[in-house]
């Protein structure tokens, strides 16, 4: 199949939905599928011509909805070379834009709402939801109407969206969606992140892996980590991550006024060989996340066999749970505190088996190889659809 992607940025600082988009691509390709990708970048962002798969960049004219009349006429020009498009993500003109582009010339399409349609966003910010719900009437509620599906990667994620925006149905559909096993090179992948990070070589550490978000309770874990910290003393934390919203100057703050500036260490993003290292050598991963759709880092721990200590606002918490590879709380101060002391309580030998558990879970349930053949089959099915009507 010919396969096109539309999303707003190829950057990776942006997060889950553009690395969703190229782990499915990667093994999409390997399947013998031809994937490209429409974005709403500047042609000469360096991102773009590092990414795996052909990007055509429009070139955006506004920096938040990211309007451009390119998109319409890259879409017209080039349609007929594909057999269905996807459309990942919500509230900007990748979506709304394509929709209409797509709808003209009559190419059928899914749409990933990547976790967009969370209940989280209404009840944190009542005013930006009033804004969004009048946008939804507009435009983003038809996108998702004309949709051949809407896809969800879990059932607490399609769970969670039905209601929050009212105007218009969709067709729903769970699809599978994981991570692929790291690339060889495991002494490579510890070198690389202790070149980052020098003095963590012989210590202990927890890992936070993300971006720095409100959202993703990293305020919890700088309070839970000082409230423990003095219980274990050889324990290090690494917060590591892009910061576009500047948060983390306050954090590093936060850190400094609790006490233990000198056992949280700051590398920045890490991408590549150094954030399989890092995984590799964490005791544990934790995300304490407010509101997380899926967490493609927490797959990618577990498939490092590192347990995962999350909260259960991260859609995946129950498969997690299940699979014995972590430990799940809720998104409090003491929520939080009592999962790092939960991990510190047990034996060495329990750890262990928690590190097993944590890569029989991945293989149960997140294998991105399960993710593209699920996806494949619905594109195809939508492609014949499509020639079926069209004849």
Known sequence: MRILNMIASADPET???????????????????????????????????????????????????????????????????????IIHGLWNHAAAGGWSALRRAGLPYVVFTHGMMDP?????????????????????????????????????ERRRARGVFGGYGYAERIVAFGTADPPAGVENQLAAFHRLLPGLKDKRFLLFLGRFHAKKGCALLIEAFARIAASDPDLD??????????????????????????RIHWPG?????????AFRAAEAFVLPSHQENFGIVV?????????????????????????????????????????????????????SVMRARARAGFERHFRIEAAARDLVAILRSISLRGLHEAA
């Open 120 to 156: 989280w966003f209404r009840e944190t910010h009542p005013l930006k939801h009033i804004a969004k719900q009048a946008f939804w009437f507009a435009w983003q509620g038809r996108v998702l109407r004309d949709a051949a599906a809407v896809l969800f990667t879990c059932e607490e």
């Open 237 to 262: 934390l690494v917060m590591a991550g892009p910061d576009p919203s500047g948060l983390k100057s306050k954090l590093i703050a936060q850190a400094a006024r609790a006490g233990i500036a000198d």
């Open 299 to 351: 797959a990618e721990a577990m498939v490092c066999a590192t347990p995962v200590l999350l909260t259960d606002k991260v859609n995946i918490w129950r498969e997690v749970q299940m699979s014995g590879g972590g430990l799940v709380g809720p998104d409090t101060f003491e929520g939080i505190e009592n999962l790092l002391r939960s991990w510190l309580s047990l034996s060495g030998d329990d750890k």
């Open 15 to 85: 997060g889950g939905p553009i690395e969703a988009l190229r782990l499915t691509g990667l093994q999409m390709a390997r399947l013998g599928h031809a994937v490209e990708v429409v974005t709403l970048d500047k042609p000469s962002a360096p991102y773009v011509k590092e990414f795996p798969f052909p990007v055509h960049a429009c070139g955006r004219w506004t920096r938040k909805y990211g309007y451009t009349p390119e998109l319409a006429r890259w879409i017209a020009a080039n349609a007929d070379r594909f057999d269905a498009a």
């Open 269 to 277: 993003m890490v991408a590549g060989d150094a954030k399989w290292g």
